[in-house]
C-alpha cells in the first residue's frame, strides 16, 4: 500500500483542552495521510469525542493547532470546517426525528459545499437524498427511507447518520462509535460501506469500542488514555503494547 | 341497554390527504378535492366577504386584527427556526416611524413608503439584531423584549423623530376599501406564503435549526446567516404592517413600540396554535374582537382577557388549529365488537 506515502491531510499539534480541573485531551499529537483509515481507541472516558470535537470546531482548544489541507482551522466554527470537507457522525445520534428518513439529507444538502460540488446547483434534492439511502442499504423500493426518522430502529438511525455525513461529500469522514448499540448483523452490513468509501479515496477516522471490527479495517491505530496518546501503529503492535493492556485492563495486569 | 352497548366500540380512523404529498399524488374524487380544498378555501372567501358585511367600528377592528395576524405570522415564522421574539413591537416600530418620517419629510404616497419601509424594516431588524442571533431561547427573547423599550425611551428623551409628539397629518390610503383589502390580502399572501416557504427545502433547514442548530452546523450550514435571513422576512412581515398602521391613522408615534405589539401576536399563537401560521392568523382573528368586545367593561377589561386567555391555554395547550385539524382528519364510527 502506498497511502502511507502520501501529503498529509490533517496534523494535530501539541493539541490540550481541559474542562474544570479534568484534562479531557492533553497535548495530542498526530498526523494524517490522504486516503488512510485511522483508529482511535482508548477507555471511556479518555478524551476520544472531545478530540473529535476539537478537530471538527465545536469545543475550542485550550492550546494547539489543527491543519486541515495546510489550512489552519483552530477554533474555526464546525459551519466552516464541515464546508472544507470534514464530515463527522455524532456518538449519540442527531437526527431530525419528526422528518422522514430522506428529508433528513436535505439539510447537508442544501449546504453550499454541496451546492459548489455539484457546479452551482441543487438539484433534486429529495432524488439525491433517495439516492443516498439507497446506497446506505435503505431500499428506494421499500418504505424504509419515506418513513419518519423517528420510526425506525436504532441501526438504521446510525446509518442515517452516516448518511447525513456523507452527503456532504467530505474528504475526511470521522466516525464517532458508529457502531456501538448495533446489532452484530448490522455492523457486518456497515462495515463493507466504510471499507468502499476508502477504497474510493476517502480519509477516514473511526473511533470505536468494537475492536474486533475495528482492527480488521484499519491502516493504523492510536490509543488515548486520560487524554493523552500512550501507543500509535498497526493493530498488531498497539495490541502487543504492555501500555495499551493495563490502560484497558487495569494496572495489574503483569500479575494475571 | 349495557348489553348492547358492549357490544360496539368506537373506531377512530385518522386519514389525512396530503394536497403535497411526499411521495404519492392521489386525488381521485371531486370528495377528496373538496376535502383538501374547503378548509383552505372557506376561510379565505369569508375573510375576503367580512369587510363587504362589516361597516364602521367592527370594519376598524378587522383591520386591527389583520395587522395583528400579520405579527403574529412574523413572530411564528421566527419561532420555527427557533427564534422566540418578544418583540415584535420592534419590526412594527421600525415599518412605523420609516414610513412616517419618508411621508412627513418628503410627502411621499403610501404607494412608496409601504415597499420602502418593509424592505428597510427588515434590513433594520436583520441588522440590529445579528449580534444576537447567537443567542437561544430565552436569552433572545429577553434582548428582543428591551431593543423596543430603548428606542422608545430614546425618542422620549432625544425628542428625534417627532418625540413625545410623534408625526402628524400624514398620507392616508385612497379610500377605506383600499386599506381594509390591503390588510386582508397581505394577510392572506403572508400567510399562505409563510406555510409555503416552510415547507420548502429552505424552510426545512429552517426548522432544523430549531430542532438541533448543532447537527445543521456539522452538515456545513451557518446557521447564524439563515438566521439572520429570516429575521429579515420576519422583519419585513412586522414593519409592513407597522407601516400600514402609520397611513391608516395617519399619524406615527411612540406608541408604535408598545408593549402590545409584543404580547398580543405571541398570546394569539399561543391561543391558535404555534408552528402552523393558520394558529396564529385564527388566534389574532378571535383575540382582536375579544378584546374589543370586552371594552364597555372599562377596567376589567384586561383582567378579563387575561382569565379567557389562561383558560384557553389550559383546555387546548396545543391550540385552536392544532385541534381542529386533529379532528378534521378524524373519522369515528361504531363498529361491532365480536
Known amino acids: 500500500m502506498d497511502r502511507m506515502e502520501r501529503a498529509p491531510i490533517l496534523k494535530v499539534e501539541n493539541l490540550s483542552k481541559h474542562f474544570g480541573g479534568i484534562m479531557a485531551v492533553m497535548d495530542v499529537n498526530f498526523e494524517l495521510r490522504e486516503g488512510e483509515f485511522l483508529g482511535i481507541i482508548g477507555p471511556n472516558g479518555s478524551g476520544k469525542t472531545t478530540l473529535v470535537n476539537l478537530i471538527t470546531g465545536f469545543v475550542r482548544p485550550d492550546s494547539g493547532r489543527v491543519t486541515f489541507e495546510g489550512k489552519n482551522i483552530t477554533g474555526k466554527m464546525p459551519y466552516t470546517i464541515a464546508g472544507l470537507g470534514i464530515a463527522r457522525t455524532f456518538q449519540m445520534v442527531r437526527l431530525f426525528y419528526n422528518l422522514p428518513a430522506y428529508k433528513n439529507l436535505i439539510i447537508p444538502l442544501s449546504s453550499p459545499r454541496v451546492k459548489k460540488l455539484r457546479g452551482g446547483e441543487y438539484g433534486e434534492r429529495d432524488d439525491l437524498a433517495v439516492d443516498l439511502l439507497d446506497d446506505m442499504g435503505f431500499e428506494r423500493d421499500s418504505f424504509v427511507p419515506y418513513k419518519l426518522a423517528g420510526s425506525l430502529p436504532h441501526g438504521y438511525l446510525k446509518r442515517l447518520d452516516l448518511a447525513r455525513a456523507v452527503a456532504l461529500r467530505p474528504k475526511l469522514l470521522i466516525l464517532d462509535e458508529l ?28 473511533i470505536e469500542h468494537r475492536l474486533r471490527e475495528l482492527f480488521r479495517v484499519v491502516d493504523r491505530v492510536f490509543v488515548l488514555n486520560f487524554g493523552q496518546k500512550i501507543a500509535e501503529g498497526t493493530p498488531h503492535e498497539v495490541m502487543a503494547s504492555d501500555d495499551v493492556k493495563k490502560a484497558y485492563l487495569g494496572s495489574d495486569v503483569e500479575a494475571i | ?51 363587504l358585511l362589516l361597516r364602521g367600528y367592527w370594519g376598524k ?39 412616517g418620517i419618508l411621508s412627513y419629510h418628503l410627502h411621499l404616497t403610501p404607494a412608496i413608503t409601504l415597499p420602502v419601509a ?77 406555510r409555503r416557504i416552510i415547507n420548502e427545502d429552505y424552510g426545512l433547514v429552517l426548522r432544523a435549526i430549531k430542532d438541533d442548530d448543532r447537527a445543521v452546523m456539522s452538515a456545513a ?118
Open chain 1, 179 to 206: 457502531f456501538s448499540g448495533m446489532a452484530m448483523s448490522e455492523v457486518a452490513s456497515t462495515l463493507p460501506l466504510i471499507e468502499k468509501f476508502v477504497e474510493e479515496g476517502l480519509t477516514v477516522i473511526m
Open chain 2, 1 to 51: 341497554m349495557a348489553a348492547a352497548e358492549a357490544r360496539y366500540r368506537k373506531k377512530r380512523l385518522d386519514r389525512g390527504i396530503k394536497a403535497r404529498a411526499d411521495t404519492l399524488y392521489v386525488i381521485c374524487s371531486y370528495r377528496e378535492i373538496l376535502y383538501l380544498l374547503l378548509p383552505r378555501a372557506l376561510p379565505v372567501i369569508a375573510l375576503l366577504l367580512l369587510p
Open chain 2, 118 to 194: 418593509t424592505i428597510s424594516g427588515g434590513l433594520l431588524s436583520a441588522v440590529l439584531l445579528s449580534p444576537v442571533v447567537r443567542l437561544r431561547g430565552v436569552y433572545f427573547a429577553m434582548v428582543t423584549l428591551m431593543l423596543p423599550m430603548l428606542l422608545l425611551k430614546m425618542i422620549e428623551t432625544t425628542g428625534l423623530v417627532g418625540g413625545c409628539h410623534g408625526l402628524s397629518a400624514l398620507a392616508p390610503f385612497y379610500n377605506e376599501w383600499v386599506a381594509k383589502y390591503l390588510a386582508l390580502v397581505a394577510l392572506l399572501v403572508c400567510l399562505f406564503g409563510f
Open chain 2, 221 to 338: 450550514i451557518n446557521i447564524y446567516w439563515r438566521r439572520i435571513q429570516a429575521l429579515f422576512i420576519a422583519g419585513a412581515v412586522g414593519a409592513f404592517a407597522g407601516a400600514f398602521m402609520t397611513h391608516h391613522y395617519q399619524f406615527v408615534g411612540m406608541s408604535a413600540f408598545a408593549l402590545d405589539y409584543s404580547i398580543l401576536p405571541v398570546a394569539a399563537a399561543a391561543l391558535g396554535g404555534a408552528g402552523t401560521f393558520a394558529g396564529s392568523a385564527l388566534g389574532t382573528m378571535i383575540l382582536v374582537p375579544l378584546s374589543e368586545s370586552l371594552r364597555a367593561l372599562g377596567g376589567l377589561r384586561i383582567a378579563l382577557y387575561c382569565v379567557i386567555l389562561i383558560g384557553c391555554v389550559i383546555a387546548l395547550p396545543e391550540g385552536i388549529f392544532h385541534y381542529m385539524e386533529r379532528k378534521y382528519h378524524q373519522f369515528e364510527r361504531l363498529v361491532k365488537v365480536g
Open chain 2, 61 to 99: 377592528v378587522l383591520v386591527y386584527a389583520c395587522v395583528y395576524g400579520l405579527l403574529a405570522l412574523s413572530w411564528d415564522f421566527l419561532a420555527s427556526c427557533g427564534l422566540f421574539s418578544l418583540g415584535q413591537s420592534l419590526f412594527f416600530g421600525f415599518g412605523a416611524y420609516v414610513a
